[in-house]
């Protein structure tokens, strides 16, 4: 494009040239109405009816391709000027997401199927080349409108209302859960390692997507056959092992690093207590009959997070004089407030945390008569762990006596 290449007075033009695509690209979910006709993709359209005196149509028959032809560009053009100060202070970023948020709300209910998938491939190329960019204009603000867009982008996309056709395969459905998990993937890398340069409310919005994803779901048209498979056990599984990556980072440097740490495993001890409480009580209800396959692998995946959260909070943890684990209870005041991560780096854990950690022991107990042989191997790898929290109490001396 000549313009990439022109003088300083052309390049102002940035903005209004991405404008005018992102208002083709619009046209991809919503075509231009003719008059007071109603348009319609020509999926929808009622050409085999004929009918006398009928309503006349306006159908759109290459507003889909033009559409997406021009996010195309937009993409393209977005690489190659998106440090620029024009793109940067008007905002082309966030306008980019605003717009693509629509086809990937739609999702399935998008009069072409290419359309989303499109925009979801679209989106992860521009966030990667825009996000570095947002970074670095942290302290400036020109991006603070924007991640409140980009979260809603995202959770529109990942928990979308609509439903898949009846007669979408099961590898397609796979493929598309492929797609889910790629954005999972763009959170876990280009996100979260930057909690510091990123507002704590999005970072929330995060963590509270990644415990909601973390749960296994399925859409309620999918029969029995298939719901083992359309359970998009691979995006639920991607969720629940970054919340487990960034319970305990190693790499905590700053505050706000640390604040998303602790975020990240409070979110991760509260959904294994979930998913814990529902595993007993369906287990009783079922009687004799076994539990799904699905549900079964969930459970032990949990299991075993919580044996290698623990080991990872015993790695942190100080030691005593003795070289035992020293509880909580059991801290200095300074030893109290902080777990020690690696050399000088220093992680605070408060009294909730230690408490959700805690909380989960009675309910693993619970957990020992269930009846399949798996669960309880990993229920023992579980409950191992619990054996350095577990210390005579120490007396304590006061005036002298103890």
């Known amino acids: 494009m000549a313009i990439c290449v022109g003088p300083e007075n052309m390049q102002i033009m940035y903005p209004a040239i991405f404008d005018q695509l992102l208002a083709f690209v619009e046209f991809s979910c919503k075509p231009p109405q003719y008059g007071q006709l109603e348009t319609k993709h020509i999926a929808n359209a009622k050409y085999n009816q004929i ?62 199927e290419s359309t989303w998938k499109l925009a979801v491939a679209s989106l992860l190329k521009v966030l990667s080349i825009g996000l570095p960019v947002a970074r670095q204009h942290a302290s400036s603000g020109k991006f603070d409108s924007m991640w409140p867009e980009l979260a809603s982008t ?22 598309n859960e492929s797609i889910d998990v790629e954005v999972v993937q763009l959170i876990s890398a280009e996100i979260l390692p930057y909690a510091n340069l990123i507002p704590k409310a999005f970072v929330g919005q995060m963590m509270t997507m990644l415990n909601r994803g973390s749960i296994h ?20 599984k991607m969720c629940f092992e970054t919340l487990l990556q960034f319970s305990f980072s190693n790499k905590v440097t700053t505050p706000q690093e640390g604040y998303i740490s602790r975020m990240a495993l409070s979110v991760l001890l509260k959904r294994s207590q979930d998913v814990l409480h529902r595993y007993i009580e369906d287990e009783r209800l079922s009687g004799k009959c076994p539990l799904p396959r699905q549900q079964v692998t969930e459970i032990i995946f949990v299991l075993k997070a919580v044996s290698t959260l623990i080991d990872s909070l015993k790695k942190t943890q100080p030691e005593n004089g003795n070289g035992r684990f020293a509880p909580h209870n059991n801290m200095t005041s300074a030893s109290r407030s902080y777990v020690r991560i690696e050399h000088s780096t220093k992680l605070k ?24 042989s798996e669960v309880c191997s990993a229920l023992k790898e579980a409950l191992v762990p619990f054996k350095d929290f577990m210390q005579p109490p120490v007396s304590k001396v006061q005036n002298g006596e103890s």
């Open 51 to 112: 009918q006398l005196f009928a309503p006349a149509e306006w159908v759109a028959l290459n507003y889909v391709p033009f559409a997406e032809r021009s996010l195309e560009v937009v993409v393209d053009l977005y690489q190659k000027t998106a440090c620029h100060k024009a793109v940067v202070n008007e905002k082309v970023l966030q306008n980019i997401i605003k717009t693509l948020r629509v086809p990937l709300s739609l999702k399935y209910s998008c009069p072409s």
């Open 154 to 175: 995202l959770e529109d996309f990942l928990f979308t209302k609509s439903t898949p056709p009846d007669n979408l395969s099961i590898q397609e459905f796979q493929r």
């Open 217 to 236: 779901s399925q859409p309620s048209s999918f029969t029995e056959a298939e719901i083992d498979i359309r359970l998009r056990e691979e995006f639920s």
């Open 349 to 372: 854990v408060d009294g909730n945390t230690w408490a959700q950690v805690i909380a989960l022991y009675p309910t693993l107990v619970e957990c020992i008569t269930c009846s399949s």
